[in-house]
């Protein structure tokens, strides 16, 4: 018989926490007397005095438990102190630090040891999390409240606890918890008014001759932001500031629209400074989705290998995953990023793409980089004509429209402005019921510059730095030198 909360709310049970309290005092005395004892040289009364500490230790835990001082979830707790020793090593890093500046240099190499002791308990949790995979925790509708200090986290109305109620891992007072933050995924948008073709989105499987281009498809560009109150999280970082705004001509397969402003400035609008960004989620190497990767001092850059190579990223903060985290639901591989959020290896577009999901409750956002160029692909299940392997990409369709079948889904999509109607309209995706197509504006074509831009990977062809040699005389076959696309895919600028 469990002897959880025995003695809570009877009047044994002050009695019994001054026990526990005491215990656990007593644990820290008889450390503290070992350590003198071998500074002694008595080895063998250390032992002893450990002994004696090791017993109280398990007494403190016997009362607490008598008490019902800790939350009964076992798992909910368990996942809570993963987070306070995580958290821990950071915190005992920055003060041994502290001692060391003040000369302490003995005791703040001791410290450095307990830092990295902490940060290993989280991860023996960790490993316990992943051997007995427990069912998760759904705290959907509930309010969640953070111990700023140890990040212990309390699920329900902390208002309905005593005034003294204290934290139950650390001791800190009630009034210092502060309600969780909900993870928030929002849009940068930094292009609009453009369109794409029929043939375009539709076309790589049965050929784009079978779609009529006169059929378009909105189009604009954004890529999103995710923000979980700890940190902030880039999905793709928009195309570089410098790039040219283009036009296009009664052959253009998707423009991508005009620019409204660089991405970084976007991003700033929505109130995030680069400095705040933490990770950064690459799902794939084209340029509308890696423009400003160099503009986040401190991110972590995480990109599918395959993409990181052709890409040539190096540096430290480069992080080429090899998704080692198992499944994710029906996709064979993925990466965790943090609490509800999931980098997925997703092949096909490129051959190192990837998709993000983040979790709100039972709700998902399914990031998906250029999956499908436009929502009515997804909806008809066809791909664009853009892929680097035409099978893998099929198979990522599949499994994205099967996770949509099987998980209310908001589709989040990087070409077309249904990615952020979705996401504000929290629109759940129903494959049987797709939205009414809403057709581009009527948009007036910019004059040319002579130069053009390949709407793949966003090379810039200029006559100027090609002998004068016009775009339009290059041969038939000729490829873009950055990403192989033909010349059909190229925009005038
Ligand atoms: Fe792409
Ligand atoms: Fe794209």
């Avoid at 008889?30 to 250390?46: F, I, M, P, T």
């Avoid at 008014?193 to 539709?202: L, V």
């Avoid at 096909?348 to 956002?365: F, P, W």
Wanted: overall charge negative; some cysteine; proline content about 5%.
């Amino acid at each position: 018989m469990s002897l959880y909360g025995l003695t809570k709310g009877t009047p044994l049970e002050k009695s019994v926490a001054a026990l526990a309290q005491g215990e656990a005092n007593g644990v820290m005395m008889y450390y503290a007397l070992a350590r003198l004892a071998k500074e002694q040289g008595l080895d063998d009364v250390a032992e002893t005095l450990i002994e004696s500490a090791n017993q109280e230790a398990v007494h403190a835990g016997f009362y607490a438990i008598l008490n019902g001082k800790y939350p009964k979830d076992f798992w909910a707790l368990l996942e809570t102190v993963k987070k306070a020793e995580i958290a821990g090593e950071k915190q005992i890093k920055a003060l041994a630090d502290k001692v060391r500046a003040a000369g302490f240099s003995e005791a703040a190499d001791e410290m450095e040891i307990f830092a990295k002791q902490e940060g290993h308990h989280g991860v023996v949790i960790e490993e316990i999390f992943k051997k007995y995979n427990p069912p998760k925790i759904d705290n959907t509708g509930k309010k969640v409240y953070v111990c700023p200090v140890c990040g212990y986290e309390y699920v329900g109305d902390i208002d309905s606890e005593p005034e003294n109620w204290t934290c139950p891992l650390c001791g800190q007072p009630k009034s210092a918890f502060q309600e969780k933050t909900k993870i928030q995924v929002k849009a940068v948008k930094f292009c609009e008014n453009g369109f794409m073709t029929q043939p375009f989105a539709m076309g790589g499987e049965d050929g784009a001759e079978k779609f009529d281009a006169k059929i378009k498809y909105r189009s604009c560009l954004q890529n999103f932001v995710i923000d979980n109150g700890e940190e902030v999280i880039l999905v793709d970082t928009g195309l570089p500031a410098e790039y040219p705004d283009s036009t296009f001509d009664e052959k253009t397969q998707i423009f991508i629209g005009t620019k409204i402003k660089s991405y970084v400035d976007a991003l700033k609008d929505l109130g995030y400074k680069p400095e705040q960004v933490t990770k950064i989620l690459v799902t794939h190497k084209h340029e509308d989705h890696t423009g400003e990767l160099r503009s986040f001092p401190n991110a972590k850059i995480y990109i599918g290998r395959p993409d990181a190579e052709a890409m040539k990223l190096s540096g430290e903060n480069i992080i080429p995953v090899d998704f080692t985290d198992g499944a994710y639901k029906n996709f064979p591989a993925c990466q965790k990023i943090a609490d509800g959020v999931y980098y997925i290896q997703a092949v096909g577009h490129t051959k190192g793409n990837s998709i993000v999901i983040v979790e709100d409750g039972d709700l998902n956002y399914l990031i998906h980089g250029d999956v499908t160029y436009t929502d009515e692909a997804l909806y008809q299940n066809k791909l664009s004509v853009v892929f680097e392997d035409l099978a893998a990409a099929r198979e990522t369709l599949n499994r994205v429209r099967e996770f949509i079948r099987n998980n209310k889904t908001v589709y989040c999509s990087t070409h077309t402005p249904l990615g952020y109607e979705n996401l504000e309209a929290k629109r759940i995706c129903d494959l049987d019921n797709p939205p009414k197509t809403i057709p581009p504006k009527e948009i007036v074509a910019k004059a040319a510059t002579g130069k053009y831009i390949c709407s793949i990977c966003g090379y810039v062809y200029d006559p100027a730095e090609n002998g004068g040699v016009k775009f339009e005389d290059l041969p038939a076959d000729w490829k873009c030198p950055r990403c192989k696309q033909g010349k059909d895919k190229f925009n005038k600028a």
